[in-house]
Nanobody, 122 residues
Framework: VQLQASGGGMVQAGGSLRLSCAAS????????MAWFCQAPGEEREFVAG????????KFADSVKGRFTISRDNAKKSVYLQMNSLKPEDTAVYYC????????????????WGQGTQVTVSS
């Protein structure tokens, strides 16, 4: 399993970013996908997840109404649209594949890609 995240960067508060994650080496459409984030000195936290067919999504309370997650199974890709960004969103964001079809907020039983840095300035 290889997961390649991209799209991070530096943005001012209130701005937007779109993260992308391209997968290879797996049957992408069979698995739920998720984004987690990890700030310095903090544990890796669930941000958003999408079911195997894109039919259901879940979000951390802190990002509800600001972030959306989507996937394109034909392109083996998952996306995180981040709007109304806040300085507290600053973290490394990781794309992850879950072991089943419905995403879990628990970081166990995920396969991880490399992260992409998101920095939001005030």
């Amino acid at each position: 399993v290889q997961l390649q995240a991209s799209g991070g960067g530096m943005v001012q508060a209130g701005g937007s970013l779109r993260l992308s994650c391209a997968a290879s080496g797996l049957t992408f459409s069979a698995y739920a996908m998720a984004w987690f984030c990890q700030a310095p000195g903090e544990e890796r936290e669930f941000v958003a997840g999408v079911s195997w067919n894109g039919g259901s999504t879940k979000f951390a309370d802190s990002v509800k109404g600001r972030f959306t997650i989507s996937r394109d199974n034909a392109k083996k890709s998952v996306y995180l649209q981040m709007n109304s960004l806040k300085p507290e969103d600053t973290a490394v964001y990781y794309c992850a594949r879950y072991q089943g079809g419905i995403p879990s907020e628990d970081r166990r039983n995920y396969s991880w890609g490399q992260g992409t840095q998101v920095t939001v300035s005030s």
